[in-house]
């Protein structure tokens, strides 16, 4: 079969009976604009674009998508103004208190990526408590990026990487990309395949940057309170209509 035939194939098939990305990041852009829209405070937008994340976790439980992971809150975040960060912690305060038990129940594993001791003891205390509740479950392993900015992340490893070679630990010709990768908040989690965004921006905010080398990027025009089950499928059925060949030259 030709590559441009294989590709019409592929691209014939749905969602479902083509390539499922194990991995899906996803950045959730939109939130503001969606509240903006109907005269509503910022705020209301987070609460809808929660709700948008129990639909996409359902999408990705349905299509069978092992990895789920969700831009919550850049490090950028922070500069916000403190009415909006505050009513965001909140926010991120209930959503994991009121559906831990429900993620557990269905297999989900939840991870957290960042600079969570930035965040009020509390939370950090109960994202710990749902981290180990559902260290078990493997059915979704679902990673939450909070306070999260891949540079920060890769500055971090590297300093830890001089750490380990200054104190006679690491060998500088043992520090390959496996090695490397160990050090970041991502160790034990596979590449991302698919990177979603969502609200018609076309770049990736300092979300995954190490990670994303081969990923496929997909780009919605629509805003992240307003994504669901539909355009989940939308995405992967681009996704599975993709070759990828991770800088091989075709077969
Ligand atoms: C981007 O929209 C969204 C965020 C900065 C926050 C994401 C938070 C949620 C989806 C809700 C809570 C999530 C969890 C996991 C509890 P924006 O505010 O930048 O939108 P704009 O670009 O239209 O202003």
């Known amino acids: 079969m030709s590559a441009t035939t294989k590709t019409a194939a592929r691209k014939a098939l749905p969602a479902e009976l083509g390539t499922v990305p194990a991995h899906v990041a996803i950045i959730m852009d939109g939130n503001g604009r969606w509240a903006a829209s109907r005269g509503l405070p910022r705020i209301?937008?987070?609460?809808?674009?929660?709700?948008?994340?129990?639909?996409?976790?359902?999408?990705?439980?349905?299509?069978?998508?092992?990895?789920?992971?969700?831009?919550?809150?850049?490090?950028?975040?922070?500069?916000?103004?403190?009415?909006?960060?505050?009513?965001?912690?909140?926010?991120?305060?209930?959503?994991?208190?009121?559906?831990?038990a429900e993620l557990a129940a269905h297999g989900v594993r939840l991870r957290v990526i960042g600079e969570a001791a930035r965040f009020p003891d509390d939370i950090q205390a109960s994202l710990?408590?749902?981290?180990?509740?559902?260290?078990?479950?493997?059915?979704?392993?679902?990673?939450?990026?909070?306070?999260?900015?891949?540079?920060?992340?890769?500055?971090?490893?590297?300093?830890?990487?001089?750490?380990?070679?200054?104190?006679g630990e690491i060998d500088p010709a043992a520090l390959d990309e496996a090695a490397f990768g160990r050090l970041l908040f991502t160790d034990g989690m596979p590449d991302p395949d698919l990177i979603i965004r969502t609200s018609g921006e076309q770049r990736l905010s300092n979300f995954l940057l190490w990670q994303a080398a081969y990923a496929e990027l997909v780009f919605l025009n629509v805003l992240w309170p307003d994504f669901g089950a539909v355009q989940f499928a939308e995405a992967l059925a681009d996704y599975a209509s993709r070759e990828r060949r991770f800088g091989a030259r075709p077969g």
């Open 44 to 100: 209301a937008g987070h609460r809808a674009g929660a709700m948008a994340v129990r639909r996409t976790i359902e999408a990705a439980l349905h299509h069978g998508v092992a990895w789920l992971t969700l831009y919550a809150f850049s490090s950028e975040n922070w500069r916000r103004p403190a009415g909006e960060v505050n009513d965001l912690t909140t926010l991120l305060r209930h959503y994991v208190k009121s559906e831990i």
């Open 128 to 167: 710990g408590a749902a981290e180990r509740a559902t260290r078990a479950n493997a059915r979704l392993n679902l990673t939450i990026a909070l306070s999260y900015g891949g540079r920060a992340e890769i500055v971090a490893a590297a300093r830890r990487a001089a750490a380990a070679i200054a104190a």
